[in-house]
């Protein structure tokens, strides 16, 4: 139990375009999921907390207009990475908490992605 | 806010040996203590963890121990092998979540 996906687990893409990354609970409902970023040979950063149904709560000096956050259901989250450019290439991930009450965070597989 | 200090940064022992790696948080509100394991391009797997009302958890070669009143807690695997090879993050939770800066632990054969 307690699986997390993500889609795609890597993508390139050209400056100035955009890319959505799906984060989907498939075993459980969360109503509360995170974002991350990592860099190599770093610890995780967080982004963003994504609750479902309301508006994303960013962490200081994260972008909302970049970064794009829905959770529009109990398990289905996307971050949206607007006009990217390759400084925002990086490995992308994120968790979500179980409905029931728990704080443990189940984590996706992460995402690659590389900006041309 | 916390702040979860993580020890050592690497670390490398000889297959069958122990590991053991520290952390260190400030906020004694914190309450919840996961470890994870984290191998190279994939995101983090829980592979065990502690609340603040325990001592000691213990999960075949892993083990967790919390002192609550020096605020630290340790990740022990015994009997290592050498798919235990991985980078380590602990965390500690109260209103938020804190990862750990990391450990990246070698199982040489």
């Known amino acids: 139990g307690a699986v997390v996906s993500q889609h795609p687990s890597r993508v390139i893409c050209k400056s100035g375009t955009s890319v959505k990354i799906e984060c989907r609970s498939l075993?459980?409902?969360?109503?509360?999921m995170f974002w991350y970023r990592q860099f190599p040979k770093q610890s995780l950063m967080l982004m963003a907390t994504?609750?479902?149904?309301?508006?994303?709560?960013?962490e200081q000096g994260v972008e909302k207009d970049k970064f794009l956050i829905n959770h529009a259901s109990l398990t289905l989250s996307t971050l949206t990475v607007t006009s990217a450019h390759p400084e925002d290439s990086s490995f992308y991930i994120c968790?979500?908490?179980?409905?029931?009450?728990?704080?443990?965070?189940?984590f996706g597989p992460g995402t690659r992605l590389t900006v041309l | 806010g916390e702040n979860v200090e993580q020890h050592p940064s690497t670390l490398s022992v000889q297959e069958g040996d122990s590991a053991v790696i520290k952390c260190t948080y400030s906020?004694?509100?914190?309450?919840?203590f996961p470890w994870y394991k984290q191998e190279l391009g994939k995101g983090p797997q829980l592979i065990i963890d502690i609340r603040s009302n325990v001592g000691e958890k213990k999960d075949q070669r892993i083990a967790v121990t919390l002192n609550k009143t020096a605020k630290h807690f340790s990740l022990h695997i015994t009997e290592t092998q050498p798919e235990d090879s991985a980078v380590y993050f602990c965390a500690a939770t109260g209103n938020q979540f804190y990862f750990g800066t990391g450990t990246s632990l070698t199982v040489i054969p």
């Open positions: 968790s979500a908490v179980d409905r029931v009450g728990t704080d443990t965070q189940y």
């Open positions: 075993d459980f409902q969360a109503t509360t």
């Open positions: 994504s609750n479902e149904g309301s508006k994303a709560t960013y």
């Open positions: 906020d004694s509100a914190s309450n919840y």
